[in-house]
């Protein structure tokens, strides 16, 4: 389902590139939940500690304060984030109630995004992800919805708000490169009876779902890539794909703690793209652009898998999120007038705690709710990932401030020492702006 650009594009590149103002792009990668916790598993598990990743070199940052407003009662604050909430947050600079996609909590009224902003003024634009494309995070960008699962006209959110369907807004709002997640959004039907896939190529876009399209894909091609039903599977698994699980114990309710296990590679995320490799086409997509760009690339599943409490799920997907923040400072670093800014829309519920023996053989279960996994480090070291805000596979998300790096701001103290979220959009705002 491939399509020529269409001759609206052409028109559209011709135009933009009468522009004289000098190029600026922003680069925002959002890791999500990645808070201080899964950063340190990742480490502890890759490096025994040591500052090995690519963010832990990156000098300029600071401390984000993330809260949202409370669905019920928005004049009172939830001091948890979430990715809608968050993105919408990050995206706008405004606060809003948990599922809410750049709307205002009060009244659902519709914030415009940095997105939708730099569209307007002629920037290219692109979203890419490894949750399916129309997930809270990317939506937040090139959305607005009262509910985040409003994906497509069949989804049940969008009749109880009457919101146009997410991936309908997406396409209208014609970012240049989205890749992510969602081969299942091709074939709905929607408004105009026709599919999302049709829709999409009306729109002038490439349709590509395997990872071989993508690498022989001409960059600078209008692209809606998605490769996966649903979310992307993670690179990595638990010995076995297990997780985190309830302590066992003994007749004597002495605790039974299983051997310590590397994590594997997942062998579900064979054929799929990496994130860098999408973020790698998107770069190249929209680079010596007259006027610039705006891309916004999320490592969605660092979260997704701190849900489920399953630790290797989580380093897995931080150490790419980790390697594609690495290439877009190299890439900014050579393209110049490049900021990269990397942070978090929320918390999530990990935690790195004692291995068994620091507590002797008298634990117990009833000492421990919640779930546990020991990991064997790469260096051989016992690592106890656990997550106690649950004791089924459904942990949540944390209030803890999550941290924000910059690349190649004007003035990067803008995003040093505690910070509220609201302040990113502003910073983001003057980069590409004034
Ligand atoms: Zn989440």
């Known amino acids: 389902m491939r399509s020529l650009i269409t001759a609206a594009s052409i028109i559209l590149l011709s135009t933009t590139s009468i522009s004289t103002a000098a190029p600026k792009n922003i680069i925002l990668l959002i890791g999500d939940g990645m808070g201080e916790a899964e950063i340190a598993l990742t480490r502890a598990y890759e490096f025994d500690g040591d500052e090995g990743l690519f963010v832990d070199e990156m000098k300029d940052r600071g401390s984000v304060i993330v809260k949202q407003l409370m669905v019920d009662d928005p004049s009172k604050i939830e001091f948890a984030g979430e990715s809608a909430s968050g993105g919408t947050t990050i995206s706008t600079g405004n606060r809003t109630s948990s599922g809410r996609v750049a709307v205002r909590a009060e009244d659902g009224s519709h914030y415009i995004t940095i997105l939708e902003e730099a569209s307007e003024k002629g920037f290219k634009t692109g979203l890419v992800t490894t949750s399916i494309i129309t997930d ?12 985040r699962y409003c994906f497509m006209t069949s989804s049940s959110a969008c009749s109880t708000f009457n919101d ?38 009306d729109h002038g876009y490439s349709v590509i779902t395997k990872r071989k399209e993508l690498m022989e894909l001409a960059s600078g091609t209008k692209t809606f890539g998605v490769f996966s039903n649903g979310h992307m599977p993670v690179e990595w698994q638990g010995a076995g794909g297990k997780g985190a699980d309830i302590i066992a114990i003994d007749a004597n309710r002495t605790v039974i703690f299983p051997e310590p296990v590397a994590c594997e590679a997942n062998p579900k995320h064979s054929g799929m793209p990496r994130l860098e490799e999408m973020a790698e086409f998107a770069l190249e997509s929209l680079k010596n652009d007259n006027k610039g760009f705006f891309l916004m690339i999320e490592g969605a599943s660092i979260d997704k898998q701190a849900h489920v409490a399953k630790p290797c799920g989580t380093i897995g997907e931080m150490l790419a999120f980790d390697r594609t923040v690495k290439m877009a400072v190299e890439f900014a670093k050579k393209q110049g007038d490049t900021a990269v800014i990397v942070t978090a829309d929320h918390g999530q519920s990990t935690q790195v705690i004692y291995r068994p023996e620091a507590y002797a053989g008298t634990l117990r279960r ?69």
């Open 136 to 147: 809270a995070t990317p939506a937040s960008f090139a959305a607005h919805a009262q509910d």
């Open 164 to 201: 146009t369907p997410i991936v309908e807004q997406m396409l209208d709002h014609n970012v240049d490169v989205m890749l992510g997640g969602g081969t299942n959004l091709l074939p709905a039907l929607e408004a105009g009876g026709k599919t999302v896939g049709e829709k999409a190529v």
């Open 366 to 434: 009833d000492h421990i709710p919640g779930l546990y996994q020991l990991l064997l480090t790469k260096g051989g070291n016992e690592l106890g990932a656990y997550y106690g805000t649950n004791n089924i596979n459904d942990q949540s998300h944390t209030g803890v401030n999550v941290p924000i790096y910059s690349y190649g701001l004007d003035d990067p103290e803008q995003l040093t020492g505690v910070i509220q979220q609201t302040e990113i959009y502003g910073v983001m705002s003057k980069f590409l702006f004034e």
